[in-house]
């Protein structure tokens, strides 16, 4: 499978513009979910393997790199549409890897019932990174390593450097 290089595409009929996550949204990604090879049970209790992935996932489940990649890709294929359905506002390649970033570790549903879509939606740009900023929980407890990604995602919604984070 071929990575989307995040440039916006167009699709030959139609005049249709459709945004696919880029090579900066696939490293954020990969750098905060992490590559597990072998079934776990996550912070929330769900079994996960490779990049975060949960679909059919069971216990004693394993899976090689290349596995772990190719499923990352498909998923993130869903995700970005997730992402260009809710969104009814313009939006920049980086803030577009920031929003689907952040739908893959929280879900669609929270997307769509979450202020912060309200929020880009009436076009408040400025506002989006302190309600990603929000979503820093686990079962109610504050978790250290969602306040790293949501800062990595905040900052990257704005264009700015969040390699550091």
């Known amino acids: 499978m ?35 090879l072998e079934a776990y049970k996550c912070p929330a209790g769900v079994w996960t393997i490779g990049y975060g992935h949960t679909k059919n996932v069971r216990e004693g489940m394993t899976i090689s790199k290349e596995q772990a990649d190719n499923m990352l890709l498909n998923e993130l294929d869903e995700y970005c549409e997730y992402v260009e359905k809710a969104i009814k506002v313009n939006l920049e390649q980086c803030q577009f890897d920031a929003l689907v970033s952040w739908t893959y570790n929280l879900g669609s549903t929270n997307l769509h019932e979450s202020t912060m879509l309200k929020v880009l939606n009436e076009k408040d740009y400025e506002e989006v990174p302190n309600q990603l900023k929000r979503w820093n929980k686990v079962s109610g407890v504050i978790n250290d390593g969602l306040i790293r990604r949501r800062e990595a995602e905040a900052l990257l919604f704005e264009g700015k450097d969040w390699t550091e984070v």
């Open 2 to 36: 071929q990575l989307n290089t995040g440039v916006v595409k167009k699709q030959k009929f139609g005049g249709i513009i459709k945004m696919n996550i880029s090579n900066e949204g696939l490293s954020l990604i990969k750098k905060f979910e992490g590559c597990e």
